[in-house]
């Protein structure tokens, strides 16, 4: 149980361009879900925190209108990289807390690789 | 806000030898502790976690142990074997009440050789 998956899971695009990634919890409905980046050899560092049917909540230092975060249900969240520079490049990842997780533990997707070129 | 501080960043064992990794957090709030392990280019799996409400944790050769009043928790993996070689991350948790965020430490490289 606990399953999370992300589409893509890699995505090469051009500077300029706009990338939409999903996240979903396919066993379980989550409350909330969360945004990460890990650039290579590095830590996680939350980008930002989302909750079905309200705005998400962003980490300081991340451009809201760069990194569109839609939480339309209880099993989506979707991350949209809106005019993406090479400095973009990274690997996102998302989590998600169950419903009834009473510590809310967090689950993992498998990330997505995007690459901006 | 948090912070974790995790070391060392490198560790490495020969193969049966015990490693053990250890974490400080700030927050005296927080109240949830996992431990990731990361293999390249995959996601993080928890591989254990604790509890401000228990001091000590085990699951055959992982272990866990917390100190709330020095505010600092280890990983203890014994009998290491070639496939523990992976990055370890703590982290630290703070409930807000419907949602939980987590603060990671910078991780260890745990390399285990033959």
């Known amino acids: 149980g606990a399953v999370v998956s992300q589409h893509p899971s890699w995505v090469i695009c051009k500077s300029g361009t706009s990338v939409k990634i999903e996240c979903r919890s396919l066993d379980f409905q989550a409350t909330t879900m969360f945004w990460y980046r890990q650039f290579p050899k590095q830590s996680l560092m939350l980008m930002a925190t989302s909750n079905e049917g309200s705005k998400a909540t962003y980490e300081q230092g991340v451009e809201k209108d760069k990194f569109l975060i839609n939480h339309a249900s209880l099993t989506l969240s979707t991350l949209t990289v809106t005019s993406a520079h090479p400095e973009d490049s990274s690997f996102y990842i998302c989590s998600a807390s169950p419903l009834l997780a009473v510590y809310y533990e967090q689950y993992f997707g498998p990330g997505t690789r995007l690459t901006v070129t | 806000g948090e912070n974790v501080e995790q070391h060392p960043s490198t560790l490495s064992v020969q193969e049966g030898d015990s490693a053990v990794i250890k974490c400080t957090y700030s927050d005296s709030a927080s109240n949830y502790f996992p431990w990731y392990k990361q293999e390249l280019g995959k996601r993080p799996q928890l591989i254990i976690d604790?509890?401000?409400?228990?001091g000590e944790k085990k699951d055959q050769r992982i272990a866990v142990t917390l100190n709330k009043t020095a505010k600092h928790f280890s990983l203890h993996i014994t009998e290491t074997q070639p496939e523990d070689s992976a990055v370890y991350f703590c982290?630290?948790?703070?409930?807000?009440?419907?949602?939980?965020?987590?603060?990671f430490g910078t991780g260890t490289r745990l390399q285990v050789t033959l």
């Open positions: 982290a630290a948790s703070l409930n807000t009440g419907t949602a939980s965020k987590l603060t």
């Open positions: 604790i509890r401000s409400n228990v």
